[in-house]
């Protein structure tokens, strides 16, 4: 029998104004897999992200992470529910260090209580150095440890969407949502990522939803992908399926070829 999935959506979609940006969208993940989600340009699927996150409510359908439907929760306690994710447009703390960005993410979980750290009890050194030793393991693990006392906003291009990466996974997800995380990126960059990507998903047991523009690149990462086109999936499967669905080929490839 096929486990459950942790993350359902049901028939879930949106509409501004008169433009329905999402409508009839199904998706199942199951733990543990790395999923793409692929489409033209204004296909829907940051819209999709933002439905799965709080971001929006939908004005249909459900949301169920985890057993629980979320429609309508704030994108706060979805993080704290075990989502997380990034953004298509960089969003870092940039003028905090590259270790306080990870240690944020952190202090939204903290054990350690308020009174505690207004007291300065030694509970309250005790988590804080905790938490630096574990947001140092995740900068390791992102190669950006060394620019630990580095400004955010200092940080070359590649290494802040690593360092977006890094802080989005200090929340403890289960499931990570990535935002075209290679968007900007050179070509070595962009290869190194998806490796990344593909570690951290055995590394830390994370369900990942990934939107990414580049067919390729997501053919070479993802189990399995879903194409969204207009707003609605335009079809589902494995890389090989996708990649010969003459519907895929003319919504987006085409596009691609015409480039
Ligand atoms: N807040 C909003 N108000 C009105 N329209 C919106 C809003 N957010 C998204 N849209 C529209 O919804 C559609 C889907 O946009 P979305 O950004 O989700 O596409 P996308 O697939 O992520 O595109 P891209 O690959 O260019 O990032 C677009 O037509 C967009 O203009």
Redesign the pocket.
Known sequence: MEKTPILEVKQAGIQ??G?K??QNLNLALYPGELVGLI??????????FNLLTGVYVPTEGDVIFQGKRINGLAPYKVTQSGMSRTF?NIRLFRDMTVLDNVKVAYHALAKHTMLASILRLPSHFAGERKMEEAAIEFLKIFRLDKYKDELAKNLPYGQQRRLEIARALAANPKLLLLD?PAAGMNPQETHDLMELIAFIRDKFNLTILL?E?DMNLVMGVCERIYV?DH?QLLAEGPPEVIRNDPKVIEAYLGEEVTE
């Open positions: 501004f104004g433009l940006a999402v489409g033209p340009n204004g296909a829907g699927k940051t819209t999709s298509q075209e939107i523009h969204l707003g």
